[in-house]
C-alpha cells in the first residue's frame, strides 16, 4: 500500500512540474526565434539562468544561426527575489517588464543595457538607495518605479535625457532630485502618494511637461514650479496641504485642474485667468473657500465645477451663463441665499436663477437663443400685477416675427397672449406667420385668435397650464406640428378641440400630447389620417381597446410609455407602423400580432409585468421580440383587417357626427373587431392565407420617423455617459466599462444616421 501511494505521488508530481519545465523550455525556445521572452505569473523563483545564455541551451533541431537577438523580457508577477550580474551581457534588450517580484537590489551589470528604453519594476521590494549607475541608462524612455519604499532617487537619473515617462507613484520620496528640471522631454510625471513637501526649483524647466500628478503628499505650497510649463494638460494636487492656491500656467491648454481636499481659503483670481481659454475641470472641493471670485465666470470653457463641502455662503451669478457648464456640484455648503429646492433641482435650474440675479460676465458669449434672464425677472416684476403685457413691450419683436415668419415668446410667465397677436392686426400675422413657440408660460388656454392665424405650420405651446384649446385651432389649414407637452389637458379637451373632420385632418403630420391628463386615448384623434408621429407618453391612458387604429393610415411612430395601459387594443391595425413605444404600463399581456406588422422595425416595451416575451430576448433588441412574437402564432399567419362590423360601426358614427353636434359620447362608439386570436379559434385553427406578397419583402415608406426617434433615444442615452464620465471619482473598471458602452452607442448613432441618407 506505502508502494502504491508512493507511485501515485510521484505520478502526480509529474502532472505538475513536468508541463511548469516544458512551459519554461518554450517560452526559452520561442525567444530564440522571435526575440520575445514572456514568462509573466508562471510562479518563477528566480530569474531563468538560461536567459543569460539562450543560445547555449538550442534544441536538437535548432539551428544557431536562426536565432536572433533577445529584445524584450517580460517576468513580471513571479516571485524573483534577485538578479544576476551576467544581465549586462544582453546589450540588445529594448524591454524589461518586472512587476509585481520581489526584487530588492538591481546588480552594476543591470546598467550596462544601454539599448534599453523601457523599464518597469513596480511593486517590487526596492527600498535601498538605487545606484548612481542608473544614468546609465542613456536610452531609456519610460521607468516605472512605483509601489516600492523608495525614499530618494538617484541624482543621476537626471542624465536620462530621453526620459518621456516618469512613474514614482506610491513611494516614501521626500523630495524629487534638484535637477530634475534637465529632463527636457519628460511629458508624464506620477509622482502621487509620497511625501513631497517641496517641487525642485529646476521644476519650473519641465517645458514638455503635459500630465502631471502629485495628489496625497505633503505640498503647503508649490510657488513657481508650474508657471513656465505652457503645454501642461493636467494637474492633480488634491489631498496635500496647499494653503497657497498655484500660480497656473499662462497660455497653456491646461484642461483639467483639480485641487479638492487641501487647506486653500481663496482663488488666486489672477492665477484661475490664466486658464480661462482652456480649462474645462476645476475641483475645488473640500477646501475652506468662504467665496468664489467674480471672475470664475470668465471660465467659459467650463463644464465640471465641483465647490462642495466648502463654506461658500453665495454663488457669482455669472456663472449661470457659462453654456457648457453641465456638471456643478455644490453640496455641502452653507448656501443662504439660494433655496434648497434650487440647488436639488439640478445644474441647469440653478443656473438659470443664477442668471436672474446678474448680467453676464464681460468676454463671455451669452446663448442666441435664450433671453436674458436677469431682463425677464425685471419685466416679470414690473409686470406682476398686469393681466396682459402691454403690446409695445414686443412691438420689435412682432416686426421680427413678420419679417421672418417665426414668432418666439417663451420664458415670459404669461398669461394672456399680446393684444397685437392676432391675424388681421397691423403686422398682418394671418399671412406672414408660420411658427409660434409659447413655451414655458402660464397660459391656461389657447385662444381664437391663435385661429386667425391662417398659414400657421407648426404651434408649439410646452410647459404651460393649458386646459383647453378653442376648437378654431383645430381648422388652421395648414398646421403640421402641434406640440403640446407639459400641459393640464384631460381627454375631453382634446375630443372638444379636434370635433367632427377638423382641416387637421389632411395636414397635420405630427401630435405631441405627452406629459398631460389624458385617461383615455379620444377617438376624435382617427380623424387625423395624415398624422405620421403621436407622442402620448406620461399620461393616465389605461386601454387602447376601442381606437380604430386602421383609421390612421399614415401614423408610423407611437409612443404610449409611462402611461397605465392594460391592453394595447388592435394598435397592430396601423397600416404604417413602424416604431412601438409603450415602456412602463401595466401591461400584463403584449399582443403577437405585432410579430407581423410589415413595417414595424423598432419596439420598446421594458418596465411592463407582461409574460408574452422573456425578458432574455428584449435585451437582444426589435428585431428578436419582432420575431419572437411571431413565432408565437400559428405557421403562415398574416394580419386580416378589422372585422366588417367593426368597418360599418365606423362609418355609422361619422355619419352620425355630421348630422348632430358632437358629443364626448356620440363619436365613442365600439369599434372592437375580434382580436386575430378570436379569429383562429372560429375557423378552427386554420389561418388565414395572405392576400400579399410576404412582408419580408416591404420597404417602409416612413421608416425616417423611426429612425428619427431611435436616433432622439440614442442621443439621450450618449449624452447620460457622458455626464457620468465627467465624475472623476469612477474607477479604473467602471469608466472603462462606461466608455465601451459610450463607443458602442455611438457606432450604433452613425449607423442609424446613414440610414437617413
Known amino acids: 500500500m506505502r508502494a502504491q501511494n508512493m507511485r501515485g505521488r510521484l505520478r502526480q508530481q ?4 513536468a508541463p511548469a519545465r516544458d512551459q519554461i523550455a518554450r517560452a526559452l525556445r520561442e525567444a530564440r526565434r522571435i526575440g520575445i521572452l514572456s514568462l509573466s505569473a508562471r510562479n518563477l523563483t528566480e530569474f531563468p539562468p538560461q536567459v543569460y545564455h539562450l543560445e547555449e541551451h538550442l534544441e536538437k533541431d535548432e539551428k544557431k544561426w536562426e536565432c536572433i537577438d533577445l529584445v524584450r523580457i517580460d517576468l513580471s508577477h513571479n516571485a524573483i527575489p534577485s538578479i544576476s550580474d551576467e544581465i549586462g551581457g544582453l546589450t540588445s534588450i529594448t524591454s524589461i517588464k518586472l512587476t509585481k517580484n520581489a526584487i530588492q537590489i538591481l546588480p552594476e551589470g543591470f546598467f550596462e543595457l544601454q539599448a534599453l528604453t523601457y523599464l518597469d519594476l513596480s511593486h517590487n521590494q526596492l527600498e535601498q538607495d538605487l545606484s548612481e549607475s542608473f544614468g546609465a541608462l542613456v536610452s531609456l524612455k519610460e521607468l516605472v518605479l512605483s509601489g516600492n519604499k523608495l525614499s530618494r532617487l538617484p541624482n543621476s537619473i537626471t542624465l536620462l535625457e530621453n526620459l518621456e515617462a516618469l512613474h514614482i507613484e506610491e513611494n516614501m520620496l521626500t523630495s524629487l532630485p534638484e535637477q530634475i528640471g534637465k529632463l527636457q522631454i519628460l511629458h508624464v510625471l506620477n509622482a502621487h502618494s509620497n511625501q513631497l513637501t517641496v517641487l525642485p526649483s529646476s521644476f519650473g524647466a519641465l517645458r514638455n ?11 503647503e505650497s508649490t510657488g513657481e514650479a508650474f508657471a513656465m510649463l505652457s503645454r501642461l494638460k493636467f494637474l492633480d494636487l488634491r489631498q496635500n496641504k496647499l494653503v497657497v492656491f498655484p500660480v497656473l500656467p499662462e497660455g497653456a491648454a491646461l484642461d483639467q ?3 479638492g481636499y487641501n487647506t486653500l481659503a481663496t482663488i488666486d483670481e489672477t492665477s484661475i485667468l490664466r486658464v480661462k481659454d482652456s480649462v474645462t475641470v476645476l475641483d475645488m472641493r473640500d477646501n475652506k473657500l468662504a467665496n468664489l471670485p467674480a471672475n470664475v465666470a470668465c471660465l467659459y470653457r467650463l463644464k465640471t465645477l465641483d465647490v462642495a463641502n466648502n ?7 455669472g456663472l449661470g451663463y457659462l453654456k457648457h457648464l453641465n456638471h456643478f456640484i455644490v453640496d455641502g455648503n452653507p448656501l443662504r441665499a439660494i433655496r434648497r429646492s434650487v440647488i436639488s433641482a439640478g445644474c441647469e435650474s440653478l443656473k438659470k436663477y443664477l442668471r436672474t440675479r446678474g448680467a453676464p460676465p464681460v468676454g463671455v458669449d451669452v446663448l442666441e437663443e435664450e433671453r436674458d434672464e436677469l431682463q425677464m425677472e425685471r419685466e416679470r416684476l414690473a409686470h406682476a400685477d398686469e393681466g396682459s403685457p402691454p403690446a409695445l413691450e414686443y412691438t420689435s419683436q412682432f416686426r421680427e416675427a413678420a419679417a421672418s415668419g417665426t414668432m418666439i415668446l417663451t420664458n415670459n410667465s404669461l398669461t394672456l397672449l399680446p393684444s397685437d397677436l392676432v391675424g388681421q392686426g397691423s403686422f398682418n400675422f394671418e399671412s406672414t406667420m408660420s ?3 409659447l413655451s414655458a408660460n402660464k397660459l391656461q388656454s389657447l385662444p381664437a385668435a391663435i385661429g386667425e392665424l391662417l398659414s400657421l405650420k407648426t404651434l408649439t405651446v410646452e410647459d404651460n397650464e393649458l386646459q383647453s384649446l378653442h376648437p378654431s385651432i383645430a381648422a388652421l389649414p395648414h398646421l403640421k406640428l402641434l406640440r403640446l407637452r407639459k400641459n393640464n389637458l384631460s381627454s375631453e379637451s382634446i375630443s372638444e378641440f379636434l370635433g367632427d373632420s377638423p382641416a387637421l385632418g389632411d395636414t397635420i403630420k405630427e401630435l405631441d400630447l405627452r406629459n398631460n391628463s389624458l385617461s383615455r386615448l379620444p377617438v376624435e384623434v382617427s380623424q387625423l389620417r395624415s398624422l405620421e408621429t403621436l407622442l402620448l407618453s406620461f399620461n393616465k391612458i389605461e386601454t387602447l381597446d376601442r381606437f380604430p387604429w386602421s383609421q390612421l393610415a399614415n401614423v408610423s411612430v407611437i409612443s404610449v410609455s409611462d402611461n397605465k395601459l392594460r391592453s394595447l387594443g388592435r394598435i397592430y391595425d396601423a397600416p404604417q407602423l413602424a416604431s412601438l413605444s409603450f415602456e412602463n404600463n401595466n401591461l400584463t399581456k403584449v399582443p403577437c400580432e405585432l410579430g ?14 407582461q409574460r408574452t416575451v422573456r425578458g432574455t430576448v428584449i435585451a437582444k433588441g426589435s428585431a428578436e421580440i419582432l420575431a419572437y412574437l411571431k413565432n408565437k402564432l400559428p405557421p403562415n399567419t398574416v394580419l386580416s383587417p378589422p372585422s366588417p362590423v367593426a368597418i360599418s360601426r365606423a362609418v355609422k358614427s361619422d355619419q352620425t357626427s355630421l348630422k348632430k353636434p358632437s358629443s364626448a359620447a356620440s363619436n365613442r362608439e365600439n369599434f372592437a373587431a375580434p382580436r386575430l386570436s378570436d379569429t383562429y379559434a372560429a375557423q378552427g385553427g386554420v389561418a388565414v ?23 432622439s433615444k440614442l442621443s439621450t442615452q450618449i449624452e447620460q455617459l457622458e455626464l457620468q464620465l465627467d465624475f472623476h471619482t469612477l474607477s479604473a473598471p467602471k469608466r472603462f466599462a462606461l466608455k465601451k458602452e459610450l463607443a458602442m452607442l455611438r457606432s450604433k448613432k452613425i449607423r442609424e444616421s446613414r440610414k437617413l441618407q
Open 209 to 219: 511637461m503635459q500630465n502631471l500628478d502629485l495628489k496625497k503628499n505633503r505640498l
Open 311 to 317: 463654506d461658500l455662503s453665495d454663488l457669482p451669478p
Open 689 to 711: 392565407p395572405a392576400p400579399v406578397a410576404p412582408i419580408e419583402n416591404f420597404t417602409p415608406p416612413n421608416e425616417n420617423a423611426a429612425i428619427e426617434l431611435e436616433l
Open 14 to 17: 509529474d502532472i505538475v512540474l
Open 435 to 437: 411658427h409660434l413657440n
Open 257 to 259: 485642474v483639480f485641487l
Open 596 to 609: 407581423l406588422c410589415p413595417r414595424l422595425r423598432a419596439i420598446y416595451m421594458n418596465g411592463n409585468p
